[in-house]
């Protein structure tokens, strides 16, 4: 079965520094990648998706992810973070190949971003 | 659009009682979500619809759960008996394909006392 592991539960960055929040799946054909983000007491909102092509891909809020296929990653960062960056990141992943719905969230990466 | 809309947002109840969640998918989307997410378990799915047809619903915890989606613009997911574990935050969310991205609610937040 797929799965996707999100290592850092909770990180924790200095405004204006660089982010880079850990994403690996298992899983054998090729995967369709996500990362959503979620603020407190909110549903969660698409940050960059990646299906094929090009494998840097940009999303919203200067967000981008590199889907990284010999290390199983889909690894999200920002140049620089500002505080209202500070939410809870969910990566996802979907069997692009089955015939039923498969998507797998990660447990999630909680950021704190200190001013 | 006004993106997926669900409700109420907030529901308290007691052990025992029906409760009712509603969601109302973005207009075209064919595909709908139920999914819960705890502290514990994360983000659970519970059951999903393609073209109002109910395709897997082995996330459903028991048999007190249940869903329906009568028309292409509405959902409910039905939970009778509630208890407290039931506790969590229901979100529904809709997609225009099985494996798209997915557009979630806001959310309800159930707590069962």
């Known amino acids: 079965a797929q799965s996707v592991t999100q290592p850092d539960i909770h990180i924790t960055v200095s405004e204006g520094a660089s982010l880079e929040l850990r994403c690996n799946y298992s899983y054998g054909a090729t995967p369709y990648l996500f990362w959503y983000v979620q603020s407190p007491g909110q549903g969660l909102q698409l940050l960059l998706k990646y299906f094929s092509g090009d494998t840097l891909v940009q999303g919203i809020k200067g967000f981008e992810a590199e889907f990284k296929r010999s290390q199983s990653s889909f690894n999200l960062r920002k140049p620089s973070v500002h505080w209202s960056d500070a939410a809870e990141y969910f990566c996802a992943v979907v069997n692009s190949g089955a015939g039923s719905y498969q998507l797998t969230f990660g447990k999630g990466t909680k950021l704190s971003v200190i001013p | ?113």
């Not at chain 2, 075209?28 to 514990?40: A, E």
């Not at chain 2, 249940?66 to 509405?74: E, I, Q």
């Not at chain 2, 394909?97 to 006392?113: I, Y």
Request: with cysteine; glycine share 8%; net charge negative.
């Open chain 2, 1 to 113: 659009d006004a993106g997926v809309i669900q409700s109420p947002r907030h529901e308290v109840t007691e052990m025992g009682q029906e409760v009712t969640l509603r969601c109302k998918p973005i207009s075209g989307h064919n595909s709908l979500f139920w999914y819960r997410q705890t502290m514990m378990r994360g983000l659970e799915l519970l059951i999903y619809f393609n073209n109002n047809v109910p395709i897997d619903d082995s996330g459903m915890p028991e048999d007190r759960f249940s869903a329906k989606m009568p028309n292409a613009s509405f959902s409910t997911l039905k939970i009778q008996p509630s208890e407290p574990r039931d506790s969590a935050v229901y979100f529904c969310a809709s997609s225009s394909g099985l494996n798209t991205e997915a557009f979630f609610g806001q959310g309800t937040r159930l707590t069962v006392v």
